[in-house]
């Protein structure tokens, strides 16, 4: 039983191409995200659940994250959607477009887990390497 986490990339034509940093902003929101997704705030700190074992490992010991991509929103969506179907934490982002995209509010990643590697192989598996 290992504990994994998958940050999947919108990877966007030539024409509507990201800059690598921001590429790289991007899958940072949706790592922290996911993490943060299963937080809470109580008397002004923020409260991670260490008692979840995938969680536990993930942060006390070896990190381990792997970056895929898929090529459309829809893809992306549904990645979100089986991973909280199937109980793991996951976070969807939305670039509010100021920097890139005209303007235009415009998905670009998942996070998903920290959790169960073989639950998240499951979702997110079949998916190229970045």
């Known amino acids: 039983m290992g504990s994994k986490q998958v940050i999947v990339m919108k990877k966007f034509p030539k024409a509507r191409n990201m800059r690598t940093g921001k590429y790289i902003a991007q899958g940072a929101h949706a790592s922290l995200g996911a993490l943060l997704s299963l937080s809470s705030i109580e008397d002004d700190k923020l409260i991670i659940p260490l008692n979840n074992p995938f969680i536990w490992e993930w942060i ?6 792997v970056t895929c991509y ?7 969506v549904f990645i979100h959607n089986s991973a909280k179907l199937a109980g793991i934490p996951s976070s969807l982002i939305t670039d509010a477009g100021l920097t890139e995209f005209a303007g235009v509010p415009t998905l670009t990643a998942v996070g998903v887990g920290p959790d169960n590697e073989e639950l998240i192989n499951k979702i997110t598996g079949h998916l190229p390497l970045f």
């Open 60 to 65: 006390t010991g070896r990190f381990t994250k």
């Open 70 to 76: 898929v090529e459309t929103d829809e893809d992306l």
